[in-house]
């Protein structure tokens, strides 16, 4: 600290972990900054930023103190590739093509059927096909997802991993993944930081999804008669199954298609995955991404609404149970993720602490985290598959 102590009436270091936090007060002669401050900022070896709404001056710096991390970059692109080939599976399952709907049971002892597959894989990357352009699109959405809680960590010098992808045989999951996730293995230190790394990924899955459903739905087609009354299927192997609605899906789709029943294109189905990911993952409850941003933007009170959600999901599955029994089985999806949710936060609806919680959020993220709310508003969908 010594080469910007001059510019500072006051500081105070923490030192958690593998990093250095200086919250510092600078002098009002160099608080624009001045060109001295703003050179020795350039020269200090971690990233830094102004957080006026905290008094006039104050300002956050961040140094690493320890050696990076060694990445096993092999075992994200191992995982990425296997992940791949399995969405890939899943993809074809929707376009028609035969694979083995038993995989990877049913290539034991039985080395043609796996030589078939890579076949298939092989042709269909020198020949797009909806199967490619199914997990291309639900990869890139994942990717994006993750990578924007990736970049904006590493920005705030944050220690995370890079994305960890879930592979899952169709057999098992029919969409081929359990999805990815990162790890943060350092403390946040403010509200601004956990609202910025929180907001990132459902932004960029969100625009990426966005994409892929908009060109997905001018592929896709209105099915012959009333179809059920509206509404979108995909088609499997086993049966068909219906996509439940969210309002942004509804908007989306009579604009685009128009009314009746929509067979949706791999790609929109993707698109309708990646909201639906969305939607998931801006719950406000615990460590998901929504539980980052309402504790960003209200604190303690985010456990208030936190249990009030988590409620909310056990009564939906009561209303379906109770009121539609065409579709009661939806009530063991919202049941099931309210226990997921209570195991992945060992117990914890609450979001932890930050480092500095006291330190209010900035204007301009206030605005932010509504608008990350109001994201999970457009994308909620309360019934998402309907049996058929």
């Keep these: 600290m010594n080469p910007l102590a001059p510019y500072f009436l006051w500081w105070r270091t923490t030192v958690v972990r593998d990093r250095e936090i200086v919250d510092a007060m600078v002098r009002p002669e160099h608080r624009a900054p001045s060109p001295e401050l703003a050179a020795a900022l350039d020269a200090w ?44 599976m899943g993809g074809a399952l929707f376009a028609g093509a035969p694979v083995p709907q038993g995989f990877p049971y049913s290539l034991t002892g039985d080395l043609t059927l796996l030589s078939d597959l890579v076949s298939r894989f092989a042709s269909d990357l020198f020949s797009p096909s909806p199967a490619l352009d199914f997990a291309m699109a639900l990869m890139a959405i994942l990717l994006a997802h993750e990578s924007g809680h990736f970049l904006v960590a590493r920005r705030y010098g944050i220690n995370a991993s890079p994305p960890y992808f879930l592979p ?38 969100f625009a990426v999804a966005l994409v892929a459903l908009v060109v997905g739905l001018l592929r896709s087609q209105i099915l012959p008669g009333d179809g059920g009354g ?9 049966g068909q199954i219906r996509l439940g609605d969210s309002p942004l899906m509804y908007v989306a789709r009579h604009l685009l298609v128009g009314d009746g029943m929509v067979l949706l294109h791999p790609l929109a189905l993707a698109g309708w995955l990646g909201l639906f990911v969305t939607m998931l993952n801006l719950l406000p409850l615990a460590q998901l991404d929504g539980g980052h941003v309402l504790y960003a933007l209200a604190g303690r009170r985010q456990a208030q609404w936190g249990v009030a959600t988590w409620w909310m999901m056990i009564v939906l599955g009561i209303a379906y149970w109770q009121w539609f029994p065409p579709y009661a089985w939806e009530a063991l999806w919202w049941w099931v993720w309210a226990v997921l949710i209570l195991v992945l936060g060992r117990g914890r609806i609450a979001h932890p ?36």
């Design 353 to 388: 602490e930050v480092l500095d919680r006291h330190r209010p959020l900035p204007r301009d993220r206030r605005v932010l985290a509504w608008a990350t709310l109001a994201l999970f508003a457009v994308t909620f969908t309360p019934v998402p598959i309907y049996s058929m």
């Design 230 to 238: 509206g509404g979108q299927l995909v088609v499997l192997p086993y």
């Design 168 to 205: 899952a045989p169709p057999a098992v999951n029919w969409i081929g993944t359990f999805g990815a996730f990162i790890r943060l293995r350092s403390p946040i230190v403010d509200r601004r930081q956990l609202l910025d790394v929180g907001a990132a990924g459902p932004w960029a899955g």
């Design 45 to 88: 070896p971690g990233p830094h930023y102004w957080t006026p709404d905290d008094g006039a001056g104050r300002l956050v710096l961040i140094r690493v103190l320890a050696a990076p991390d060694r990445e096993r970059w092999w075992l994200h692109a191992l995982l990425f590739l296997i992940t791949f080939i399995t969405v890939w």
